[in-house]
């Protein structure tokens, strides 16, 4: 079968590429608005860019109903800074409860029982519950598009990564720790550790 996606409605081409695209890593941003209220949503358009500097991205679409930025979107357009909070199995359902549409006045650390705890470099709030923080400056946003369906890139440089005692070894993550989880499409979701397998790269 052959398909252009800009044939179909945007939703559908949406849902082929999240059931190609994956599993897909989940950033949970925090972010403040200039006024101070945290903000803190999952994101699974998420990946690595490079190391030197540390880059890293995720892409806020804009809303379905009206093409409206998402709040994480705003808030860091207004303050240039975010934190990356990497989702393990244990913090899935309140990561869960961020994501529906609350208002930009709602604190969604409240909302979902979470735990804000200060960065060092910057305003937004870390998740306690999370094992890894990467506090993070913008370095670039990318847009493309503002109607429904349409997104951004957010490209951020990590300027301080905090990582939980228990994990860290040997300059190295324990992942059977951190117990990493993936995205798939609709509702489903994937652990990333249960059943992993080896395979060496040629010289
Ligand atoms: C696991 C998960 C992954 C998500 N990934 C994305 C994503 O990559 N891009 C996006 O625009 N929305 C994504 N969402 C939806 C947003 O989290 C949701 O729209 C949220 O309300 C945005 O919050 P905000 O307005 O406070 O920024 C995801 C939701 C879940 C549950």
Same mark, same amino acid.
């Given at each position: 079968?052959?398909?252009? $996606?800009?044939?179909?409605?945007?939703?559908? /081409?949406?849902?082929?590429? &999240?059931? #190609?695209?994956?599993? @897909? !890593?989940?950033?949970?941003?925090?972010?403040?608005?200039?006024?101070?209220?945290?903000?803190?949503?999952?994101?699974?358009?998420?990946?690595?860019?490079?190391?030197?500097?540390?880059?890293?991205?995720?892409?806020?679409?804009?809303?379905?109903?009206?093409?409206?930025?998402?709040?994480?979107?705003?808030?860091?357009?207004?303050?240039?800074?975010?934190?990356?909070?990497?989702?393990?199995?244990?913090?899935?359902?309140?990561?869960?409860?961020?994501?529906?549409?609350?208002? $930009?006045?709602?604190?969604?650390?409240?909302? /979902?029982?979470?735990?804000? &705890?200060? #960065?060092?470099?910057? @305003? !937004?709030?870390?998740?306690?519950?999370?094992?890894?923080?990467?506090?993070?400056?913008?370095?670039?946003?990318?847009?493309?598009?503002?109607?429904?369906?349409?997104?951004?890139?957010?490209?951020?440089?990590?300027?301080?990564?905090?990582?939980?005692?228990?994990?860290?070894?040997?300059?190295?993550?324990?992942?059977?720790?951190?117990?990493?989880?993936?995205?798939?499409?609709?509702?489903?979701?994937?652990?990333?550790?249960?059943?992993?397998?080896?395979?060496?790269?040629?010289?």
């Amino acid at each position: 079968m052959n398909i252009a $996606p800009h044939e179909l409605h945007w939703r559908d /081409a949406y849902k082929l590429m &999240i059931g #190609s695209i994956l599993p @897909r !890593p989940i950033a949970f941003v925090s972010t403040i608005d200039p006024y101070g209220t945290p903000n803190l949503a999952p994101f699974s358009f998420f990946t690595a860019i490079c190391a030197e500097p540390l880059l890293i991205c995720f892409a806020p679409m804009r809303r379905g109903t009206d093409g409206r930025k998402k709040d994480t979107l705003v808030n860091i357009e207004a303050t240039g800074e975010f934190v990356v909070n990497i989702v393990g199995e244990r913090i899935v359902e309140p990561m869960n409860e961020t994501a529906a549409e609350f208002d $930009p006045e709602v604190d969604e650390f409240q909302a /979902a029982g979470l735990t804000p &705890i200060p #960065s060092q470099v910057i @305003r !937004p709030y870390r998740v306690q519950e999370s094992a890894i923080h990467m506090e993070c400056v913008l370095h670039d946003i990318l847009h493309f598009g503002d109607q429904p369906g349409a997104g951004s890139l957010v490209i951020g440089k990590v300027v301080l990564m905090h990582i939980s005692d228990e994990l860290y070894a040997d300059g190295k993550i324990d992942m059977e720790k951190l117990l990493p989880i993936g995205r798939m499409a609709g509702h489903v979701y994937t652990r990333a550790v249960s059943d992993t397998f080896m395979l060496e790269r040629k010289k």
